[in-house]
Nanobody, 115 residues
């Protein structure tokens, strides 16, 4: 059974940094892309960043220059390095793994940016 495990998250001050990780437990054949989404209270889940199997990346405009997505293929893990965090970045963050036939989601981890 496939699980996406997301430790991390937590409370950070404005301007601070945090790194999220998401490890794939189990076997997923033909991973096409790994990505991150977030959902703030009262809002829809939004796309943040994606990295393809070929290493290409794409970001939503609101996090460009602040967030960096990366992956370790050997560990089947995707990371999201978040810098210059703002209170509006407060949300539950979800990782996503897309294969040829399935879409997998992590359980979500809370990130709170507050002084």
């Amino acid at each position: 059974q496939v699980q996406l495990v997301e430790p991390g998250g937590g409370l950070v001050q404005p301007g601070g940094s945090l790194r999220l990780s998401c490890a794939v437990s189990g076997s997923i054949s033909s991973i096409r892309a790994m990505g991150w989404y977030r959902q703030a209270p009262g809002k829809q889940r939004e796309f943040l960043a994606v990295i393809t199997s070929g290493g290409n990346t794409n970001y939503v405009d609101s996090v460009k220059g602040r967030f960096t997505i990366s992956r370790d293929n050997a560990k089947n893990t995707v990371y999201l390095q978040m810098n210059s965090l703002k209170p509006e970045d407060t949300a539950v963050y979800y990782c996503n793994v897309a294969s040829a036939t399935m879409n997998y989601w992590g359980q979500g981890t809370q990130v709170t940016v507050s002084s």
